[in-house]
């Protein structure tokens, strides 16, 4: 492959040899433009198409059936006040504040565990990212059903400990936090595969050294593994940020946004405003409030992270 | 693999871009043209035959039914082709898939769309106005059940055939009765006597319920309530069609109820979407009453469930229900596939494919006519309660097709819930779902 390739260079190059400079740079763009045109237009197609599509809809009022009306900004004006965005907004950053960090830290904390040499060790590890690849709706109804009030499962081992049944799905006041731990369940396994990946990068010798200077398992942890494992954090952290807040499939399945919307998420307020008032125009502003958020989010964590290789570099 | 291949006996690299690009550039540029080149005589080929597409969104029974139908069209009306498919979703997403295909340009000649979701659809100018297919005496449009007729009729215009009809009765399980030494209810029965058996039905310690509730706010939650607030004199929407009207009385009574039920703790309160936990127990002999459609009958008789079927009970005395219908909404793809559709559906509609329908799929007629028909009264003597659900066709009223409903919907689906899981006051409940609606409504 290898000497085929250059091969087609240097013939490439005996080539454009005989042709006019002008003539050569414009066929090697084009060659150039015909191998990556396929996938420019996949992008295109699918992603910045879309995306304009939408910003346009987020400045009309419009159905999707009749005929959309020029509105400006009014569709932001109204979500600035509209009380129903604000709480949804107030339950996706509720969802993602707990979810964040508790699938960090019992990522990183499972993982330890994991990297270890004991026996059926591999047989742990699937087990703890079989529910990753489970999908979020196969979830859904299934944690319906164990945290169903009055015939689940849940309620039946509460009972056993002698609690009272809980409302769970039924209360409102608990829903959401029962979907933030459906949603570890399977976030958890992620984190657990990608800190794992982190640790047995770690060359022993390091870990070797620190123990041969004296260092604790904690002063180890501490001064050796966690620096190592900074960078897959920062990866880990923004990963799981971005997938908190676009929390929609296991809303969706469960609990529709309910119980007496309490769970309505910013996602399930975009698909309800849609598909089922038919506000094409203040779904799409309302997405593009999200949008605004995730690129917000984005440019921070790349600013922190450039400052955070300063710091490294600095002798 | 390491032997250069002289130039000329293959295609050289750009010979063979040049090529791929051709070809993806038509691949790419080929449904556009293709869309963009449909005018009014699309589908109808140089020999006369029309093609007509119909996406039904069923599958299993409702799907075999349908492709029954269709073969025996297509046998007596060679003129016209159905291309008869499911349009890739099941019922439940047509909607979805039919505002995306609107606004693509692309849409079917007839799509099966809820009752509820014709107001919204036909706000598209690609809907057609069937007015003059349905006046003559021959397409017998009177002999449609009210509701049906009504289900397809948005603001005075007709866009479509009659599905599908059903409405909601009271199942109740004869065990349960028994078990806890309750009279079963008769024919004509009052709310409080509801709410009272209901009572006297639940055992907490034995997890049985007397009744149930969904409580996710959904249609399935809000339509329930619609006969308790008929039957007390009030509406939907009132004749201005700007506010409510259950801003009354008649819904404070109606939620009233309901409160009873959750304060009681005697209706299980299904917080899943799609109701199914609710019938389940109801089906393990574990529930005492349900309110629920002709659908649910199957799943009963499956599960070997000793039950009756009795009327919604009411406040007055007067029999009042509920009908779901939903419909072949049809779509203008040019005049003569409009006229090849209403054809087509008439034949669908007529006596013989009514009754196979209504037996095969286990739904109800969709005409009067049919519903006298000796094959229907035959068929009703098969399963135990379809003659409550078929007799209640003939009072059953149905739901305004008008745009805002969702609207209404879903503030009421939140104070009902309310209710069913026994929070608030019905005052509060139905003062905040009132003014959410009628804000949305005055909006237009």
Not at chain 1, 216 to 239: D, E, H, M, S
Not at chain 2, 145 to 159: E, I, L, M, N, S
Not at chain 2, 286 to 311: N, R
């Amino acid at each position: 492959m290898g000497i085929e390739l250059r091969a087609a260079v240097v013939s490439r190059e005996a080539a454009s040899r005989r042709r006019p400079p002008a003539r050569r740079r414009f066929g090697e763009a084009g060659t150039a433009w015909a191998y990556i045109l396929p996938a420019c237009v996949v992008i295109l197609g699918l992603g910045i198409l879309p995306m304009a599509w939408s910003l346009i809809l987020s400045l009309q009022r419009s159905d999707l059936i009749a005929p959309a009306e020029w509105v400006g900004l009014q569709n932001y004006d109204l979500l600035s006040h509209d009380p129903a965005f604000r709480a949804a907004v107030g339950h996706t950053l509720i969802y993602t504040a707990l979810f964040v960090p508790l699938s960090i830290v019992g990522g990183l904390g499972l993982a330890l565990l994991l990297n270890r040499k004991i026996r059926f060790i591999g047989v742990y590890r699937t087990l703890v990212f079989v529910p990753f690849v489970i999908s979020a709706t196969a979830q859904g109804v299934l944690f319906s059903f164990i945290f169903d009030s009055h015939f689940g499962l849940a309620n039946a081992v509460l009972h056993w400990f002698d609690i009272p049944p809980q409302g769970f799905f039924a209360d409102k006041n608990q829903a959401l936090y029962l979907l933030v731990l459906i949603g570890l369940w399977s976030g958890v396994g992620f984190c657990v595969v990608v800190y794992l990946a982190g640790l047995q990068d770690i060359q022993s010798d390091l870990v070797e050294a620190a123990a041969l200077d004296g260092a604790g398992r904690w002063a180890t942890f501490r001064y050796v593994v966690w620096p190592a494992l900074r960078p897959i954090t920062v990866f880990l952290v923004v990963w799981e940020t971005l997938q908190a807040l676009q929390v929609f499939d296991l809303v969706f399945v469960t609990t529709r946004g309910g119980p007496l919307e309490s769970t309505t998420v910013v996602v399930f307020y975009v698909w309800q405003q849609a598909f089922e008032f038919f506000n094409a125009g203040y779904a799409a502003a309302a997405a593009y409030v999200l949008a605004f958020g995730l690129l917000l989010l984005s440019i921070g964590v790349r600013f922190a992270r450039r400052r955070d290789h300063e710091v490294v570099s600095r002798p | 693999m390491t032997v250069r291949q002289p130039y000329g006996s293959v295609p050289t690299r750009r010979d063979f871009l040049r090529g791929g690009l051709s070809l993806a550039a038509l691949a790419g540029i080929g449904p556009i043209l293709s869309a963009c080149g449909s005018d009014d005589d699309s589908g109808v080929a140089d020999d006369g035959t029309v093609t007509i597409t119909m996406w039904h969104g069923q599958n299993e029974q409702g799907k075999e039914t349908i492709d029954k139908i269709v073969a025996n069209f297509q046998s007596k009306n060679p003129k016209i082709k159905v291309d008869a498919s499911s349009g890739g979703v099941l019922a439940d997403a047509m909607l979805q898939k039919i505002t995306t295909a609107l606004s693509g340009g692309s849409y079917p000649d007839i799509a099966y769309i809820f009752g509820p979701d014709i107001a919204s659809v036909a706000r598209s100018p690609k809907v057609a106005n069937l007015q003059s297919f349905i006046t003559p005496p021959e397409a017998k449009w009177d002999d449609f059940f009210p509701a049906a007729r009504d289900a397809v009729t948005v603001d005075g215009k007709v866009h479509g055939f009659p599905a599908l009809i059903d409405n909601l009765c009271v199942a109740y399980n004869k065990k349960v009765f028994k078990d806890a030494g309750v009279p079963e209810p008769t024919e004509s029965w009052t709310w409080d006597e509801f709410v009272a058996t209901a009572k006297r039905l639940t055992d907490p310690g034995k997890g049985i319920f007397g009744t149930g509730w969904p409580a996710d706010g959904g249609e399935d939650c809000v339509w329930r309530i619609y006969p308790m607030i008929w039957d007390l004199g009030g509406a939907i929407v009132d004749d201005s069609g700007r506010k409510v009207g259950f801003d009354n009385d008649t819904g404070l009574k109606a939620l009233r109820t309901v409160h009873q039920l959750g304060a009681d703790k005697s209706a299980y309160p299904d917080t899943k979407p799609g109701s199914e936990t609710m019938y389940q127990i109801f089906n393990s002999n574990k529930m005492g009453m349900i309110a629920t459609g002709p659908w649910q009958l199957p799943a009963i008789l499956e599960a070997k469930v000793d039950y009756g079927v009795v009327p919604l009970p009411s406040y007055s005395g007067q029999r009042v229900t509920i009908a779901g219908p939903d419909t072949w909404t049809v779509f203008d793809n040019g005049s003569a596939r409009v006229k090849a559709a209403v054809e087509f559906l008439q034949f669908v509609t007529a006596a013989d494919q009514d009754v196979q329908w209504a037996t095969q799929a286990g739904s109800l007629p969709l005409r009067k006519s049919t519903s006298e028909s000796a094959e229907w009264k035959q068929h009703l003597q098969s399963t135990v309660g379809l003659d409550v659900f078929s007799n209640a066709l003939g009072y059953a009223r149905t739901r305004p097709t008008i745009r805002n409903y969702p609207r209404i919907s879903q503030p009421l689906g939140q104070a009902i819930t309310k209710m069913v899981l026994n929070q608030g006051t019905p005052e509060e409940a139905l003062q905040a779902a009132v003014q959410a609606a009628n804000a949305a409504l005055a909006a237009g």
